[in-house]
């Protein structure tokens, strides 16, 4: 007694649903994956322009501000009178170096308050590589007066702004090595499912044996190649590009699995006997019914690939500096002393954990309602 | 809604009472089961009967609350009357406390419809059963062991010695269900609640199963639920029928006053329809004999089909005259399905001739013809599939479905197509304002009429229905083989019509060829086959099946065919 | 089955000939050689090496000869006397190098398997059968919260925490008085007390796409008809869930071992650094830094070689447990 | 290898085939000859050893010592026992070793880095043209398995093993003068005579550092096993330990001064205080060293040497588990890979935690980060825009070092050029101080005058021939990132006058070839020759092929006396020729009078641009480890702490 999960036929709206309304309904029902879709979406928003949501410029130093502790923010601005409006507001801090230990002590000069805005001008910046521009979501309205939301590093350089900055590369790299994955493991993984034979068995057995090599071994040793003379973007091309030498072989098997379950369903002969030709057979009929598929297997490989891209910058092998991303921002504070005396270093580890978790639970999410009809 | 006086003689064993089960579904609750109510006497036999959807088969899930998640019984009571006069209202106990415990495969036992997946895969038979021993009869190992080897023997398993160590995989459908059997008689329960045991199996199969539950339910004087759709096997096995529908009890009473006298429209509704498949449709009396004169549409010669070591089809010859509708019966594995799609050369044979004359007389062998004839000639031989769900691709439109095979083979264009697939979905009884829906929206007769409108989108000459209604309930199969009828008068179709099942056959074919193992054995016209069939394995089939009629069991008189 | 296990072993043949090649390849790669960078070194410390000294040594580490030929060498030394060739920097045989830290990754990776497994099967039958509930989502999020985390962080940050606040001697495997004492008992029992920290680290990270396919496989099960039939035979929940669907759903369980070790290998070479194990994680990222050829090929050979034959073992586990595979 | 020590391996001396000694009078080495006036009755001895000695395993204690012990002031007396932590890095860290082990060279460094003080050697003379110097070494001084070491062994060590052509392709540098190597005679058992072809006054202060440590390296009755003078079946021995040739052997057996198989052979004799017990080899996670019974130092009060029983290294791959370590108190002395600025803070903090206190390293270096514009750069141009001294004067005064030292160096530094370091004799106060103050203004209006005055869009001055005015220096960032911060800095600083570089991050070997074949446009490097400028010069004039990166071409036509390379302007060659006269006096008065002309030359040309001095680092001792100096140099040739003379300190 296997009601449609779907309700009642006389359902209008459910009836002409596509495939992708149908998954999108079956998406909503989890909130966690819900969630995880926002802080994605977001997190993408902010690779995308991340001159406008930083405050100050990401490698602009500034000798007073070395381990500047995070400024707390205050919104609620109480004037003498005790009246009080909304104004966001920091406080300058005073730098006071202890002789003997030489850390830097800041202080917290209450009396002082940098008003903050919304949308006010800031460092100027270049928008999509497009055109110069100065509006940020958050200035100080005084454009001198640098604002540490996370604090700052050893060269006094604010982590906040760098933290955004290094979305741009560090989520790119991501989404790039897992397209460029995709489409190896689609050309491989299709090829194997779809013809079967002896390509099957052949396909199979590099895949299990790509499956079955340890990544960091083989990652060492083509980082180590690289010759680190290359311009920052070569470089982040040829790291995307290891990345995912390793990482098409889930991909494949995934094809390949939905490919071969496909190949045997009838509507697919029905197709071949309707007369359809070999490509409109895989493009019009089979590709629609594993895209789904597909995108949760690429959502869930993103993470991989930036939790990837951290590894491989802490062996000192993957991005180096001046270019930015969470990988070499972790492996600037991965050492005792920023344990010890910044801690607020380790927030770049913050922004990994939340774009992973939120990228698996939307991973997730997404292969939960890849096929709403097999319920 | 009539209900039998409470009969206190002592024989009966359960008694249900306003039994309710509900669904609690996204958009409200489903009543699976709505306020039903009937009693069981030790001894006899009640028949369940009812389409998919019915509620039959929670019904009985209800009895040993094991009804699927998210059911649960809302109200009603089961009692349970043991022989030492104590009883139990089994819908009162905790699904998961230790009493409802102890009546599970103690006093009620229970077997299933899918053989296949019905055991775990991954123990060995002898575990499986011992289980039960050991669980209720507190057996040691030894005597757990010997007493499920003397089991497997009742239920006429060869070699019960060897079979207890093997594991599922190694048995065919009916073995397994007779471990099932074996199982479930392990503790001799009164009652025996069998939900639908032989809808998977072959009807020869079925035969044996039903055969061997009468036997040992005469051994063990238990009461017997026995849940089914095919009103043969309710006629041939019943002493009392409960009719439901939509979770609703329709008819309840003695089996002889079911068919012969029933009460109820929907009941007469249901007796009607599987009697209207004993003789052969109106339509095809009204039609004039066929023309046997002509020359065949398509002649097959010495087809073979080997998959490495397993002929599936062995040297195999038969001829579709024009107009005609060919039968090809026989049960699974006998390679009929092989041959079907042999014609369309979904497979390459591998040896043999289908020569196919053309509209234009022109004679192609499409065996050999190459890929530009082949796409030719399969525009003229169209097929129609088995699975309602699978055959139609779920991301398409109806409409789209419909228009592809014109759309493909460049016929029309936009506006064109479009009233064309308004035409086709009329033709087949479909409303064409549902054109724009996916298939997910339509019912399984619904969808099948789609599949039909596909067929004959290309105006073919030749139909292969591969088991086209074996999938659709027994009202619908009537309605549907009628459509299919019309649509060969008004296109002048020929018919390759490959089913299991006798009735369809009979009601539809002109000609019939009976296949076993991949060769056909008998072929002639629908009478003479149905009627009196020559070939000995034809005889053993035709006698295996039940028919629906309790006056003419027929069941034990059956022979079987030895190869 | 055993012809089954023949004709993955003999599958395994040309898969290591590969990884040997594909080692060799790979630690060629980088520009120059290991005589650049020690002239490297010896310039830093003012010893300037001229011309015919650095051809001169570069004959005598073999340095000089095409790629195929290093590699022919390299290899018949290996499989006909086990010979793994000679380490530049330290100038001692490769193969007295390896085998310790081998074995010592062996042991810290075992470990973490079976720790992982540990916490994951537990939680996965746990969150399959308590589906949707909350506890299901807390589960969920905590497993992913353990894969996001890099290891690296984690470790550091654990092992600074252990050693500063709760005084425990973290790093390495051993405590002083077992470091280069043959194995005895109570140095196993030491290894074990130091092992905790890796082992959490690794099995972190590794629970989480455990769980996951745990609690999908268990899903698949439990909806399917045996479940009922066992019910309908008065098994109490507990001993039917744990008979049927568990074992079941233990199978790709059992094959997760295939993708896990490579993971767990690779894992364990990030966190040996940053806890200074003695494994083969260290030594290899300091030879493959110094292109000493001999001893970073072993090590890349010698791991790929054991998650290779740890996908076979994956393999056979599965035929033992899994009957229809056993006897197809 | 943690930057600051790296930079100070660049101190010793190059070879340099053209030392030739100008005469010298005697009377200066009597001076140096300051042997030990009294032999004390030899009284206090290490427990172990003296109950070792009751059993008869080991001779008497006079038995064991030499006739007249070397004895060396303590401060304190100290108590015997204990083990010396310390933390080694993962990839081949052996000079970790060296340095507390200490080089028990012939003569040593004293505390000040100033003068040489007798070691192994009790005294020596000197000839008046510095070509002879005859050692007299200690009667009755044993090796630590006990055999006499005598000087048969330092003859077996010049004669059959340095100058071996097998061993060693070429003499190392510091034992031969004009391409000439040393000959060491033996006059009697305690005296031995170094004779060179040519005078080298600079010969004692070499042997100090601890390249010159191969006189007193290789025990003739142990090494003479493996060579094949002494042995003749040596090659089975070679083929027994599967090695390809006889040096392999040897160097495995007896290793070298600086190669991690000096430390793998517990059964060779040394003469150091400690001898190897586990040793160093490429699996290894600790090296422990012993107390050597046979050392031959005593204290003023009559104890052997040294007080502490053992040293225990740790190995870690991660540099960040040794600062770990040190915070949980688990190392006694250690200053190596942890003292960069940054952790300064934190270690200052967790003092108390690690019951430990700092003490002051005195960098040897002179310039943090020296900036080598290249005068002789293949293009025209850009030589000629270099070669402009009011050029490089602009860009100097274009730098703000005040906020590169507030920055990068966290104050603790002051803006400086190069030469010797202020507080030493020969500290040249323009050299040091010249164009050290920010002055944009008077940079821009020399940059106009000099026709730089056209700018393009981005406000970048132009070249006369309408070229931007750029340049790249090339930095190693793995082995300075402190340069790297500073270029960062003096990029904007110069985009504030105009003038626009790019900062090259390049990779350790790719900066040698780049060096060598001249193809930089600038490079930085740290400028050395603070304490030691007799040693390394390179920044004063065109002397070290590697290391004087403005002028590569000069330093090859000096060191291949005029063969190659490019003849230098007549203020070069000037100071070439004093800095061999300044080589070749011994006495230290005239010495610093010829080099205070070198240095005014120096200040003159201007050649290269400084940021701020070399920054003092600092080490951990532990609080109850006595008698470590509060204040030491830190230096590759003064090998820290070796010289402050490990074996006299002590647990309290």
């Known amino acids: 007694m296997s009601e449609a999960v779907l309700g009642p036929i006389e359902n209008k709206q459910l009836a002409v649903a596509s495939q992708w309304q149908l998954v999108w309904w079956a998406f909503k029902r989890h909130h966690l994956a819900m969630a995880g879709l926002y802080i994605t979406a977001f997190l993408y928003l902010i690779a995308l322009a991340p001159g406008f949501f930083a405050t100050n410029d990401p490698s602009a130093q500034n000798g007073r501000a070395a381990y500047h502790p995070p400024q707390s923010l205050h919104f609620i601005d109480t004037a003498a009178d005790g009246s009080w409006t909304i104004k966001p507001y920091i406080h300058a801090s005073v730098l006071k170096r202890d002789p003997q230990t030489l850390a830097a002590i800041f202080t917290e000069d209450t009396s002082k308050k940098i008003y903050l805005q919304f949308l006010g001008s800031g460092y100027e910046y270049e928008l999509f590589g497009l055109f110069k521009t100065r509006l940020h979501l958050l200035a100080a309205e005084n454009t001198t007066q640098p604002i540490f939301i996370f604090g700052a590093d050893r060269l006094g350089r604010c982590v906040y702004s760098r933290i955004i900055q290094g979305a741009q590369i560090s989520l790119s790299v991501g989404l790039v090595g897992v397209l460029l994955s995709l489409t190896l493991g689609i050309l491989i993984g299709g090829v194997s499912g779809y013809y079967g034979g002896r390509i099957d068995f052949v396909a199979q057995r590099a895949i299990e044996f790509v499956l079955a090599l340890p990544t960091i071994p083989i990652w060492l040793a083509l980082a180590a190649a690289l010759p680190h003379d290359w311009p920052a973007v070569l470089n982040y091309f040829m790291i995307t590009l290891i990345l995912s030498l390793t990482g098409w072989a889930q991909l494949a098997r995934v094809v390949r699995g939905r490919f071969l379950s496909l190949r045997t369903e009838e509507f697919v002969m029905a197709a071949r006997l309707d007369g359809a030709s070999e490509g409109r057979i895989i493009f019009r009929h089979m590709l629609p019914s594993f895209a789904s598929h597909i995108i949760a297997s690429i959502t869930l490989a993103i993470p991989a690939m930036i939790l990837a891209e951290t590894s491989l910058s802490f062996l000192g092998l993957g991005l180096q500096p001046p270019s930015i991303s969470w990988g070499v921002l972790l492996r600037e504070a991965q050492n005792i002393r920023s344990i010890a005396t910044a801690p607020w270093l380790f927030i770049p580890g913050g922004a990994v954990v939340l774009a992973v978790v939120a990228l698996n639970f939307l991973g997730d999410g997404l292969r939960d309602a890849a096929d709403p009809y097999n319920k | 809604m009539s209900k039998t006086a409470q009969t206190d003689d002592g024989s009966v064993i359960l008694d249900v009472r306003n039994l309710v089960t509900h669904f609690p579904v996204r958009s409200g609750v489903v009543k699976a089961v709505d306020d039903v109510s009937f009693t069981l006497h030790r001894g006899k036999t009640l028949c369940i009967v009812g389409e998919s959807g019915s509620g039959k088969s929670v019904t009985a899930r209800s009895i040993l609350q094991i009804v699927d998640a998210p059911g649960r019984i809302v109200s009603g009571e089961i009692i349970l009357h043991r022989e030492d006069g104590t009883t139990t209202d089994l819908a009162g106990l905790n699904p998961r406390g230790k009493a409802i415990r102890q009546v599970r495969g103690r006093d009620i036992a229970m077997i299933f419809q899918e053989p296949m997946s019905s055991l775990s895969p991954v123990h060995t038979v002898g575990e499986q059963i011992m289980e039960v021993l050991r669980l209720h009869l507190k057996m040691d190992k030894a005597q757990a062991r010997t007493r499920c080897i003397e089991l497997l023997g009742q239920v006429e398993i060869p070699k019960p010695a060897e079979a207890i160590d093997r594991y599922t995989f190694e048995f065919s459908g009916g073995m397994r269900q007779r471990v099932m059997i074996a199982m479930a008689l392990a503790c001799n329960p009164h009652i025996l609640i069998a939900d639908e045991p032989t809808t998977a199996l072959d009807v020869t199969t079925q035969a044996e199963i039903i055969d061997l539950i009468r036997r040992l339910q005469n051994d063990h004087g238990m009461a017997v639920i026995f849940i089914t759709h095919d009103m043969g096997v309710v006629a041939e096995i019943a002493d009392d029928v409960l009719v439901m529908f939509r979770g609703k009890v329709m008819e309840h009473g003695p089996v002889d006053q079911i068919f012969h006298a029933p009460k109820d429209d929907y009941t007469r509704m249901l007796i009607g329809s599987v009697l209207k498949l004993e003789e052969k449709a109106e339509i095809r009396l009204k039609r004039p004999p066929l023309d046997t004169t002509v020359e065949p549409v398509m002649t097959v010669k010495n087809l073979s089909m080997h998959f490495g070591s397993n002929l599936a089809v062995n040297d195999v010859s038969l001829h579709v005259l024009p107009g005609e509708t060919l039968g090809i019966v026989g049960e699974s594995g006998s390679g009929k399905t092989t041959m079907g799609r042999c014609l369309l050369r979904v497979y390459q044979p591998t040896a043999g001739e289908i020569s196919y004359r053309r509209a234009d007389g022109s004679m192609v062998d499409l065996v050999r013809a190459d890929e530009g004839l082949l796409k030719d000639c399969r525009k003229e031989i169209r097929m129609i599939f088995q699975d309602p769900v699978g055959s139609l691709n779920p991301r398409m439109t109806v409409s789209q479905i419909i228009g592809e095979p014109l759309l493909v083979n460049h016929l029309c264009m936009g506006q064109e197509l479009e009233e064309r697939v308004v035409d086709l979905m009329e033709q087949v009884g479909l409303n064409p304002d549902w054109r724009e829906r996916y298939p997910h929206a339509f019912s399984g007769g619904q969808r099948q009429r789609i599949g039909i409108a596909r067929a004959i989108a290309l105006n073919p000459r030749v139909v292969v229905a591969d088991e086209a209604t074996s999938a659709l309930d027994v009202s619908l199969r009537s309605q549907m083989l009628d459509l299919m009828m019309n649509l060969q008068d008004k296109l002048n179709l020929s018919y390759v019509f490959i089913s299991h099942d006798i009735g369809v056959i009979r009601y539809m074919c002109d000609r019939v060829a009976v296949m076993y193992k991949g060769k056909v054995v008998e072929t002639g016209t629908a009478d003479q086959v149905c009627n009196a069939p020559e070939h000995p394995y034809t005889q053993a089939l035709l006698s295996a099946i039940p028919r629906p009629d309790p006056r003419a069991r027929s069941m034990h008189k059956r022979h079987r065919y030895k190869v | ?328 | 290898m943690n930057h600051f020590d790296k930079r100070n391996m660049m101190g010793a001396g190059v070879p340099d085939r053209r030392m030739i000694l100008k005469g010298m009078a005697g009377a200066a080495t009597a001076s140096l000859m300051m042997g030990s006036a009294f032999a004390q009755s030899a009284k206090g001895e290490a427990p172990d050893l003296a109950k070792a000695a009751a059993d008869g395993k080991l001779p008497k204690l006079a038995d064991r010592l030499p006739a007249s012990p070397m004895v060396v002031q303590v401060d304190k007396v100290g108590k015997y026992g204990g083990s010396i932590r310390r933390g080694l890095r993962g990839s081949a860290d052996h000079n970790g070793i060296l340095r507390l082990v200490g080089n028990q060279g012939l003569v040593r460094w004293n505390l000040e880095f100033t003068e040489v003080l007798p070691n192994v050697a009790e005294k020596w003379t000197v000839n008046d043209n510095s070509t002879e110097f005859t050692f007299f070494l200690r009667k009755g001084m044993k090796w630590s398995d006990g055999k006499p070491f005598t000087a048969d062994d330092v003859v077996f060590s010049i004669e059959d093993c340095v100058k071996n052509s097998d061993l060693y392709k070429s003499v190392p540098a510091l034992l031969s003068i004009a391409s000439k190597p040393v000959v060491v005679t033996k006059i009697d058992d305690t005296t031995v005579k170094f004779t060179f072809a040519g005078s080298y006054a600079l010969f004692l202060e070499m042997l100090a550092t601890p390249l010159g440590q191969h006189p007193t390296l290789f025990c003739k009755h142990y090494a003479s096993q493996f060579h094949p003078k002494y042995n003749a079946n040596v090659a089975d021995l070679v083929k027994a330990a599967n090695l390809s040739s006889w040096p392999d052997l040897f160097r495995a057996k007896n290793g070298d001064i600086e190669i991690p198989s000096r430390w793998s052979n517990p059964e060779k004799p040394v003469l150091d205080p400690w001898v190897i017990k586990e040793p160093y080899t490429g699996g290894a996670t600790r090296v422990v060293a012993e107390r050597n019974p046979y050392f031959w130092q005593v204290d003023q009060a009559g104890n052997q040497l040294p007080y502490v029983d053992r040293l225990s290294f740790s190995i870690s791959q991660d540099v960040e588990s040794l600062m770990l370590d040190v915070i949980s108190g688990k190392l006694d002395i250690q200053e190596r890979h942890i003292d960069t600025l940054q952790n300064k803070p934190t270690l200052a903090q967790n003092m108390q935690k690690g019951g430990y206190r700092l003490v002051e390293l005195v960098a040897s270096g002179s310039q943090q980060c020296q900036i080598y514009l290249n005068l002789t750069h293949k293009d025209p141009k850009i030589r000629e825009m270099f070669a402009n001294k009011e050029f490089r004067q602009a860009l100097s005064l274009g730098m703000n070092r005040k906020e590169i030292i507030d920055i990068v160096y966290l104050g603790q530094s002051e803006p400086y050029q190069a030469g010797p370091r202020p507080g030493h004799p020969w500290y040249h106060e323009k050299l040091g101080r010249q164009f050290t103050g920010h002055e944009p203004k008077q940079a821009n209006a020399i940059l106009d005058k000099l026709g730089y005055d056209k700018k393009d869009a981005q406000g970048f001055r132009l070249r006369p021939d309408g070229q931007k005015v750029f340049f790249s220096i090339d930095v190693i960032p793995t082995l300075y990132p402190d340069c790297v911060d500073c270029l960062e800095l003096i990029k904007r600083h110069w985009a504030e006058i105009g003038v626009d570089i790019k900062i090259n991050t390049i990779e350790r070997a790719l900066y040698y070839t780049r060096g060598d074949n001249n193809d930089h446009d600038a490079a930085v490097w740290p400028g050395p020759g603070g304490l030691d400028p007799m040693l390394d010069p390179r920044d004063y004039f065109a002397q070290h092929p590697q290391g004087t990166r403005y002028a590569v071409p000069w330093t090859q036509w000096y060191v291949s006396n005029g063969k190659d390379g490019q003849e230098p302007p007549e203020s070069q060659k000037r100071r070439m020729k004093l800095f061999d006269d300044a080589r070749a006096t011994a006495d230290l008065k005239k010495r610093a009078a010829i080099m205070k002309e070198l240095f005014d030359l120096s200040a003159e040309g201007f050649e290269t641009i400084g940021v701020c001095l070399a920054v003092n680092s600092f080490g951990i001792v532990k609080t109850n480890l006595q008698n470590v100096p509060q204040k030491y140099p830190s230096a590759w040739s003064w090998p820290n702490p070796g010289p402050a003379l490990p074996q006299q300190f002590f647990f309290s």
């Open chain 3, 1 to 328: 089955m055993l012809r089954f296990i023949a004709k993955r072993v003999l599958w395994m043949i040309p898969s290591l000939v590969v990884v040997s090649f594909l080692s060799f390849v790979l630690i060629q790669l980088p520009p120059g050689d290991y005589v650049t960078t020690y002239i490297a070194t010896l310039a830093a410390s003012n010893e300037v090496v001229d011309i015919n000294t650095a051809n001169e040594l570069r004959a005598r580490f073999g340095l000089d000869q095409p790629m195929i030929v290093q590699y022919w060498k390299w290899i018949t030394g290996i499989v006909l006397h086990g010979d793994f060739g000679l380490s530049f920097e330290w100038q001692q045989p490769v193969s007295e190098l390896i085998w310790e830290r081998m074995a010592l990754t062996l042991v810290l990776t075992f470990t973490t398997l079976l720790a992982t497994w540990a916490i994951a099967l537990p939680i996965g039958i746990f969150s399959a059968v308590q589906k949707y509930s909350v506890m299901d989502y807390i589960v969920t999020f905590l497993s992913f919260i353990g894969l996001a985390v890099p290891s690296f962080l984690l470790a550091l940050v654990l092992m600074y925490i252990a050693a500063v606040h709760f005084g425990q001697d973290v790093g390495g495997l051993f405590s002083d008085r077992f470091m280069n004492e043959p194995w005895s008992f109570d140095k196993i029992v030491d290894m074990l007390g130091h092992l905790w920290i890796p082992v959490i680290i690794l099995a972190v990270s590794g629970t989480a796409s455990l769980i996951r396919v745990m609690r999908a496989n268990l899903l698949d099960e439990l909806s399917k008809p045996y479940v009922t039939t066992a019910r309908a035979k008065g098994l109490s929940e507990f001993h039917l869930l744990m008979k049927y669907p568990v074992r079941i759903a233990l199978n790709p369980f059992i094959s997760t071992i295939a993708w896990l070790l490579p993971n767990l290998v690779s894992g364990s070479i990030i966190v040996a650094i940053v806890l200074s194990l003695p494994t083969a994680g260290p030594l290899l990222l300091q030879s493959l830094m110094s292109q000493d050829m001999y001893l970073a090929g072993a090590f890349v050979l010698l791991i790929c070689a054991l998650t290779l034959v740890g996908s076979l073992i994956s393999d056979i586990l599965l035929a033992l447990a899994d009957p229809r595979i056993r006897l197809e």
